[in-house]
């Protein structure tokens, strides 16, 4: 039997570890799931995510874009409006949102901490 390092044992897998460096940052895993149900303009997606400021999603989505997971179109005017949409990339996201809902569903009540009958 070969033994392994403290070190091979606490290694982060490294796709996690890039999954995380995005979708960790707070309101982007929001935003893309208000985008999994298609198109949406700046002031629509704003409004879908409370308490998010205009300069955060802003921000998210340039994240988001430069990832390569949300395609930024600018609507002829008048007057000029930009929507979002997901690439392909980020819509296959879909599933793994889907079942982290379900999971939060099962397994985190309201206040974001896991019920006591599944503890331990």
Do not use: N
């Not at 940052?25 to 002031?43: D, E, I, Q």
């Not at 999971?103 to 901490?113: F, H, I, K, P, R």
Request: with cysteine; charged share 30%; proline share 5%.
């Amino acid at each position: 039997m070969t033994e392994r390092g403290e070190e091979a044992c606490r290694q982060v897998d490294t796709g996690m570890t890039r999954v995380f460096a995005l979708f960790g940052k707070r309101w982007t895993g929001l935003v893309v799931s208000v985008l999994l149900g298609g198109p949406v303009h700046f002031a629509e997606l704003r409004r879908a995510v409370p308490g998010i400021s205009e300069r955060m999603l802003s921000d998210r989505l340039t994240e988001l874009a430069a990832a390569g997971l949300v395609v930024r179109e600018v609507d002829g005017g008048p007057p000029l409006r930009v929507s979002y949409r997901l690439t392909e990339a980020g819509r296959a996201l879909d599933p793994a949102l889907k079942e982290l809902s379900r999971w939060a569903e099962t397994y985190l009540a309201d206040g974001g901490q896991c019920p006591e009958r599944f503890r331990g």
